[in-house]
């Protein structure tokens, strides 16, 4: 999915079930910012507090140094994209956050494919959001905090719809085919366009990464399944013991899915607001939502967020005229940096040497992070991006940084 559904669509729903303009801004701004924050680079902060020190997390790299280990959830530029082909951005961003598998039972038994989740149907992200809502009802979390969070794992959820089928690791179930598309909004057949939009694609990713194509996620079928406009066939590989391999093929409308992922959301926030009144009945919305759908952005979201967001702003604002849309995850990052700081350090990366000032950052900074990593603890446990587990490269690098940062 994109920001067509992550912000737009979660906006749209969290005002029709009830809540207010800005508590709704809250959830859909922190639904889609889980796809824009891509900081992954070690940094210092000079006002870490206490909850961030917390001994089960992994977000204080080193509090001598002040050195930051940022809970890094999505992937946003082309750039970024040459990191996924590193185990660690497998399991602990793309699998995690977007690709999510059903429950630690699947996990274990090797298959970490998504599965559309339904409220309270006992799978990791569904599980999440039945503990959100007991902390909401005791009291235990702060209206900010829990509107944030609740963004946060809307994200999660509502992915597993449409990246039903595959893993966020590099794993053989992710070679597919696109058999066939349809633009659901003129009932044209635009197999060919998107087979030629796919092959450009993955060229370029090809350039970046300067290897094959690894077959992370659906990478092998370029967006098609975030597209809400197309319905699409494919053909996929099942597993069906140690040495057989079975091929299947998945048909669907991303429109019905991806109004049928906001049903479970809409149920979920009028369960949380309880005799608070709806401003719309699910029946109206439900229409309006496969209308918000029917929009194809496929270029300008080639382009990037920025490209897109005004054609979708315009088209949205058209269905739903009382509601207010407004997103720059840009502009989010900034906020995030409240103050620099005269405390300078000199650290070594990869034996060159760098001079980081320590800054002080905002709480919501701060929650995000603490909130990301919770979630990685609830599928992998405490400490749950041990450093010791990545490659020795990488641990002898930080190793340099930590020791002439002390």
């Given at each position: 999915?994109d920001?067509?559904?992550?912000?737009?669509?979660?906006?749209?729903v969290?005002?029709?079930?009830?809540?207010?303009?800005?508590?709704?801004?809250?959830?859909a701004?922190?639904?889609?910012?889980?796809?824009?924050?891509?900081?992954?680079?070690?940094?210092?902060?000079a006002?870490?507090?206490?909850?961030?020190?917390?001994?089960?997390?992994?977000?204080?790299?080193?509090?001598?140094?002040?050195?930051?280990?940022?809970?890094?959830?999505?992937?946003?530029?082309?750039?970024?994209?040459?990191?996924?082909?590193?185990?660690?951005?497998?399991?602990?961003?793309?699998s995690?956050?977007?690709?999510?598998?059903?429950?630690?039972?699947?996990?274990?038994a090797?298959?970490?494919?998504?599965?559309?989740?339904?409220?309270?149907?006992?799978?990791?992200?569904?599980?999440?959001?039945?503990?959100?809502?007991?902390?909401?009802?005791?009291?235990?979390?702060?209206?900010?905090?829990?509107?944030?969070r609740?963004?946060?794992l809307?994200?999660?959820?509502?992915?597993?719809?449409?990246?039903?089928?595959?893993?966020?690791?590099?794993?053989?179930?992710?070679?597919?085919?696109?058999?066939?598309?349809?633009?659901?909004?003129?009932?044209?057949?635009?197999?060919?366009?998107?087979?030629?939009?796919?092959?450009?694609?993955?060229?370029?990713?090809?350039?970046?990464?300067?290897?094959?194509?690894?077959?992370?996620?659906?990478?092998?079928?370029?967006?098609?399944?975030?597209?809400?406009?197309?319905?699409?066939?494919?053909?996929?590989?099942?597993?069906?013991?140690?040495?057989?391999?079975?091929?299947?093929?998945?048909?669907?409308?991303?429109?019905?899915?991806?109004?049928?992922?906001?049903?479970?959301?809409?149920?979920?926030?009028?369960?949380?607001?309880?005799?608070?009144?709806a401003?719309?009945?699910?029946?109206?919305?439900?229409?309006?939502?496969?209308?918000?759908?029917?929009?194809?952005?496929?270029?300008?979201?080639?382009?990037?967020?920025?490209?897109?967001?005004?054609?979708?702003?315009?088209?949205w604002?058209?269905?739903?005229?009382?509601?207010?849309?407004?997103?720059?995850?840009?502009?989010?990052?900034?906020?995030?940096?409240?103050?620099?700081?005269?405390?300078?350090?000199?650290?070594?990366?990869?034996?060159?040497?760098?001079?980081?000032?320590?800054?002080?950052?905002?709480?919501?900074?701060?929650?995000?992070?603490?909130?990301?990593?919770?979630?990685?603890i609830?599928?992998?446990?405490?400490?749950?991006?041990?450093?010791?587990?990545?490659?020795?490269?990488?641990?002898?690098?930080?190793?340099?940084?930590?020791?002439?940062?002390?």
């Amino acid at each position: 999915m994109d920001i067509s559904f992550h912000y737009f669509a979660v906006k749209s729903v969290a005002r029709a079930a009830g809540y207010d303009e800005l508590r709704a801004q809250q959830i859909a701004v922190f639904s889609q910012f889980i796809d824009d924050y891509n900081w992954y680079s070690y940094f210092r902060a000079a006002n870490i507090p206490y909850y961030i020190k917390d001994k089960k997390l992994d977000i204080v790299f080193n509090e001598t140094a002040k050195l930051i280990n940022p809970v890094t959830t999505g992937f946003i530029d082309w750039v970024d994209m040459a990191t996924l082909v590193l185990p660690r951005p497998q399991k602990y961003t793309v699998s995690a956050f977007h690709f999510i598998p059903q429950d630690s039972e699947s996990a274990a038994a090797g298959d970490k494919r998504a599965v559309p989740a339904t409220l309270n149907d006992g799978s990791y992200i569904s599980t999440m959001l039945q503990e959100l809502q007991t902390e909401i009802a005791s009291h235990k979390i702060t209206d900010n905090d829990a509107l944030m969070r609740m963004g946060m794992l809307f994200h999660t959820f509502a992915d597993t719809y449409a990246h039903q089928l595959f893993t966020g690791y590099n794993n053989k179930v992710n070679s597919v085919k696109l058999i066939s598309a349809t633009d659901n909004i003129t009932g044209d057949d635009v197999t060919e366009k998107y087979h030629f939009w796919i092959e450009k694609w993955i060229a370029r990713v090809k350039s970046i990464i300067k290897t094959n194509l690894p077959t992370i996620g659906h990478m092998a079928i370029a967006h098609i399944p975030d597209l809400s406009h197309l319905s699409f066939e494919m053909e996929y590989t099942v597993k069906k013991d140690d040495k057989r391999y079975e091929t299947r093929r998945h048909s669907r409308s991303n429109t019905s899915v991806f109004v049928t992922a906001c049903k479970q959301l809409y149920d979920y926030m009028r369960g949380i607001l309880g005799d608070h009144p709806a401003n719309m009945e699910w029946d109206e919305l439900s229409e309006k939502l496969a209308r918000g759908f029917l929009i194809d952005a496929t270029d300008e979201l080639d382009k990037g967020e920025s490209a897109a967001f005004p054609k979708l702003k315009a088209h949205w604002s058209g269905i739903f005229p009382n509601y207010s849309y407004s997103y720059d995850s840009e502009q989010i990052k900034r906020d995030f940096v409240t103050a620099e700081t005269n405390d300078i350090c000199t650290i070594a990366v990869n034996g060159t040497e760098m001079s980081l000032t320590a800054k002080n950052y905002s709480d919501d900074f701060y929650k995000f992070n603490y909130f990301a990593d919770l979630h990685l603890i609830r599928l992998y446990g405490e400490h749950p991006r041990n450093w010791l587990s990545v490659n020795e490269a990488e641990d002898n690098d930080l190793v340099a940084l930590i020791n002439k940062a002390d």
